[in-house]
C-alpha cells in the first residue's frame, strides 16, 4: 500500500470518526466545581492535551450520550505506559468585523502521544499546521502543512499521580494566567498567551489541592518562524482555601526585538455549588517599552461565568476588556461572549460561539462594533 | 472575588483623556499596533505570511510595507488616506484569497481603533520613514543577483535614509521594475 493510500485511508478514518457519534475534552470552565487541579483530569500539569483517567470519567458523566471514553471508545487497548489521542476541530458561521462574511474554516487536527518510564515521560502533539503563504496564492507540500507544536520530556515526583513535583524541558505553551481554551478571549488573544505561542521552554511546577505553582524560562523558537518572538520567564501561582475558591498571581517578563513587555496581574475563581455556577476572572497590567523608550500602559481583563445545565449542557457568559493604552481615549476595547456548549457523546462537543465588541466604549471616538456567531464543533479521539 | 469583579468593572469603564501624543514612527507603531492588531497566529505572523504581508517586527513590517506596496514613497505621503494600507484598514482592498469576492476590510477579526488609523496616517503623512525606497544614480532599487549554481534572480533593493537596504528576492517569474517611484516585484 502506497503512503499516499495510507494517507488517505487516515484522513477517511478520522472524518468517519469525527461523523459518528461518540464527548470532548474538559476546560478550565471545569475547575472547582469537578476538581481542584487541571491535573487531575490532564496527563499535563497545566492542563490540556490528552485525558488522565479521572478525565475521561467526567468527559463520559458529562455528555449527553455517554459512550466509552478512551481513545478509540476503548477499541485499541493501550499499555499502561503510553497514552494516545487527538483533538478535531472546526467552526463555521457569521462574523462581522466590521463587514459582513459567513465563513468555515479548520481549527486543529494534532494527534498526541504521550510515554512514561516511572516518573519520566515524553509527550508529542504532532498535526496539521497553517502552511505558510506562497507567493502567488500557491500551494503548499503536504510537509509544508504539518508541525508539531508540542513535544517535552518531563519528570514527576508522583509517578502516575496528579500530585508533586513536575520539571519539563521541550516545546510546550508557558504557563500563564486562566488559559482559557477559546484564544479569542482577552487575556489570551492581548494577554501573552495567543494562538500558537507554544516555544521552547523549561519549567519547574509543583501541583497539591490547596496550592500550584509554575515557573517557566522560554525563549524565541529557533526551528521555525513563530508567532511570538518573545524570550522570556512567566510565573503563575494560585492558592486555594477552600475546594471553592482559588486566588492567584502573574508574571511576565518578556523581551523582543526592541519591545520590552513586563506583565502583572492576579486571577479569581470561585464555585458556587448552591447555583452551580463557577465565577473567574483574570486582570493584568502590562507596561511596555519600545527600544527603551516608555510605551503605553495597558490593561487586559476577563471575567467569565459558567453554569452547567441540562445533562450536557455548559454556558459560558464572558466580559472582555483591553485597553491598548491607558492616557488615551478610545483605544480600549470591549467585548460580550456566550458560549454555549453541548457535550454530545464522551467524544464529541458542540459550541454555539457568539461575540459582540465594542471599540471605545463612552468615548467620542473609538471605531466599528464587532462581533460573530459560529458553530464550533470538537472531535476528540 | 467580588471585589475582584468590581475592580474589572471600573476599569472597564475606565478611558483615557490625554491627547495623543504617541510617536509616529515605524518602531512604535508596529510594536504598538501592527503586531498585536495584524500579525496573529493564522494572519501577518512570520509563522503564517497571510498574502506575503508579515507585521511582527519592524523589520519584517518595512519590508512588507516597501515590497507589497502598502504605502508608496513619496506618492502617498501627500495623501495617506489613499495609500494601500489605510485604504484596506477603513474601506477595504480587493480579497487577494478569493479574487472577484469584492472587497476585504481588515484586521479581519476585530477592527482597528480609529485612533490607531489616524497614528498610520499620521506616520505616512510625516514622510512614512523607515519604510522609504529611493532609486538613485546607482540603479538601486532595481538589481539582479546570481547565486551560485542557481538561476540569476531578480531583486528589490532599496535605499530608506532612515534604516538603510531593504532587500527582496523577488519569486523567478517577476522582475523588479519601477512602479510609482518604488523599485517592487512586478510579473
Known amino acids: ?381 | 472575588m467580588n471585589r475582584l469583579v468590581l475592580a474589572g468593572a471600573l476599569l472597564a469603564g475606565a478611558c483615557g483623556t490625554a491627547t495623543d501624543d504617541r510617536p509616529p514612527t515605524l518602531d512604535y507603531i508596529t510594536e504598538t499596533i501592527l503586531a498585536p492588531s495584524c500579525a496573529t497566529a493564522e494572519c501577518h505572523s512570520a509563522f503564517k505570511r497571510q498574502v506575503g504581508d508579515v507585521f511582527d517586527t519592524p523589520a519584517s513590517a518595512r519590508r512588507t510595507i516597501v515590497a507589497n506596496q502598502l504605502v508608496v514613497y513619496p506618492v502617498d505621503v501627500a495623501d495617506p488616506a489613499h495609500s494601500f494600507l489605510i485604504t484596506t484598514l477603513t474601506v477595504g482592498s480587493p480579497s487577494i484569497l478569493s479574487p472577484g469576492s469584492g472587497n476585504v476590510r481588515m484586521p479581519y477579526d476585530a477592527p482597528m481603533p480609529d485612533a490607531d488609523i489616524q497614528l498610520l496616517e499620521a506616520w505616512i503623512a510625516g514622510g512614512a520613514h523607515g519604510a522609504q525606497c529611493e532609486p538613485n544614480a546607482d540603479h538601486r532599487g532595481c538589481s539582479v543577483r546570481t547565486v551560485a549554481g542557481q538561476a540569476e534572480y531578480a531583486v528589490v533593493e532599496c535605499n530608506d535614509g532612515d534604516v538603510g537596504a531593504v532587500v527582496t528576492v523577488c519569486p523567478s517569474d517577476q522582475t523588479c521594475q519601477f512602479y510609482r517611484g518604488n523599485g517592487t516585484c512586478q510579473p
Open chain 1, 1 to 381: 500500500m502506497t503512503s499516499a493510500r495510507l494517507a488517505g485511508l487516515a484522513v477517511v478514518g478520522l472524518l468517519v470518526l469525527a461523523l459518528a457519534d461518540h464527548r470532548a475534552s474538559a476546560y478550565p470552565q471545569f475547575q472547582l466545581s469537578r476538581d481542584q487541579t487541571c491535573s487531575s483530569c490532564h496527563l499535563s500539569p497545566s492542563g490540556g492535551g490528552l485525558l488522565g483517567e479521572n478525565g475521561e470519567n467526567v468527559a463520559e458523566a458529562g455528555s449527553q450520550f455517554g459512550t466509552a471514553p478512551g481513545f478509540m471508545y476503548g477499541k485499541l487497548p493501550m499499555p499502561s505506559w503510553l497514552a494516545l489521542g487527538g483533538d478535531v476541530r472546526g467552526a463555521a458561521g457569521y462574523i462581522r468585523t466590521p463587514d459582513n462574511a459567513v465563513t468555515g474554516f479548520p481549527m486543529q487536527a494534532d494527534l498526541y502521544a504521550h510515554a512514561a518510564y516511572r516518573g519520566f515521560s515524553v509527550q508529542l502533539t504532532a498535526g496539521v499546521r497553517p502552511a505558510q503563504w506562497i507567493t502567488g496564492n500557491g500551494t503548499p507540500g503536504v510537509l509544508d502543512r504539518l508541525w508539531s507544536r508540542e513535544h517535552y520530556l518531563m519528570w514527576q515526583q508522583d509517578s502516575g499521580g496528579s500530585n508533586g513535583l513536575y520539571v519539563r524541558a521541550g516545546r510546550f505553551l508557558p504557563v500563564f494566567g486562566l488559559r482559557f481554551v477559546e484564544h479569542p478571549d482577552y487575556t489570551r488573544r492581548y494577554g501573552g498567551m495567543p494562538l500558537y505561542a507554544e516555544t521552547y521552554a523549561a519549567a519547574i511546577e509543583y501541583v497539591t489541592p490547596a496550592w500550584e505553582a509554575h515557573l517557566t524560562g522560554f525563549v524565541e523558537d529557533p526551528l521555525i518562524d513563530p508567532v511570538a518572538h518573545d524570550n522570556g520567564v512567566a510565573a503563575y501561582a494560585e492558592v486555594r482555601p477552600n475546594p471553592q475558591f482559588a486566588i492567584g498571581g502573574e508574571a511576565m517578563l518578556t523581551t523582543s526585538d526592541g519591545l520590552a513587555k513586563v506583565r502583572g496581574g492576579a486571577t479569581g475563581k470561585r464555585y458556587l455549588p448552591s447555583a452551580d455556577v463557577l465565577v473567574q476572572a483574570e486582570l493584568q497590567l502590562v507596561h511596555q517599552q519600545v527600544n527603551g523608550r516608555r510605551a503605553p500602559t495597558q490593561v487586559v481583563g476577563y471575567v467569565m461565568a459558567s453554569r452547567s445545565f441540562g445533562a450536557a449542557f455548559l454556558l459560558d457568559v464572558g466580559l472582555g476588556h483591553y485597553d491598548e493604552n491607558l492616557a488615551i481615549a478610545g483605544l480600549d476595547r470591549d467585548a460580550v461572549d456566550v458560549n454555549l456548549h453541548w457535550f454530545v457523546t464522551s467524544h464529541f462537543e458542540l459550541v454555539l460561539q457568539n461575540r459582540i465588541a465594542g471599540i471605545g466604549l463612552g468615548a467620542s471616538t473609538g471605531g466599528p462594533t464587532s462581533g460573530w456567531s459560529l458553530l464550533h464543533g470538537h472531535y476528540r479521539l
